[in-house]
């Protein structure tokens, strides 16, 4: 049996962690934007706190639309794949179908796909999950439904600089609410929802971050 057929199950599972990712964002926008800076700032109140909270709320979203950006990049942008007539252009003939001849030319040493019936230049590799050969191929990614290689590693680095960028921006604006929490759920004295949205916007954090 061969179980790699099963692996192009996890392109639908990614569609679902798409929507997580979303969700996530979401529950985060509303944990510090609309619960607890927006407030704030919308007080009117004069002095630094009015002045903190502009610079949070700047911050942001400044880096969550960076976020969303090299994210949707990193999901749309082609990781790049072997030309289909690769193997022609590089005139390999029969022996690369074999595995027995190699190209220690520009390209250095080939190999050949049994699966894409294609020559395989150095460090590309076969996705069980997208069903073809990525170039430079770092892994499948189930969160952006894509692999990682040539064409969109910048982005996906990129992706994780500003989740962290925007993780650690969650924990230091939300702490002291989230401290709060404790003492304000022994009083009930805060509303359900701001309270729902603090912890999970604490839970979601070690999730952004992978």
Request: charged share 15%; net charge positive.
């Amino acid at each position: 049996m061969n179980l790699f057929r099963f692996c192009s199950g996890l392109k639908v599972l990614g569609y679902f962690m798409i929507l997580l990712v979303f969700a996530v964002v979401a529950v985060s926008y509303y944990a510090v934007v609309v619960s607890t800076w927006w407030p704030i700032l919308i007080r009117g109140d004069h002095g630094a706190l009015s002045a903190l909270a502009i610079l949070i709320i700047f911050t942001f979203h400044f880096l969550l639309i960076m976020l969303l950006w090299s994210y949707f990049s990193t999901v749309f942008t082609d990781p790049g794949s072997v030309p289909e007539h690769f193997r022609r252009e590089m005139g390999g003939g029969d022996n690369l179908e074999a595995g027995t001849s190699t190209d220690q030319g520009a390209f250095g040493s080939l190999g050949y796909c049994t699966k894409c019936r294609n020559v395989k230049p150095p460090r590309c590799h076969h996705c069980s999950v997208c069903q073809r050969c990525v170039l430079k191929m770092d892994h499948h990614c189930v969160w952006i439904v894509n692999c990682v290689g040539a064409r969109n590693y910048k982005f996906f680095l990129l992706f994780l600089f500003y989740t962290f960028l925007e993780t650690m921006l969650d924990v230091i604006v939300l702490l002291p609410s989230f401290i709060e929490f404790f003492s304000q759920a022994i009083k009930h004295s805060s509303s359900p929802g701001k309270l729902a949205s603090l912890v999970l916007a604490f839970d979601s954090i070690p999730l952004m971050q992978f």
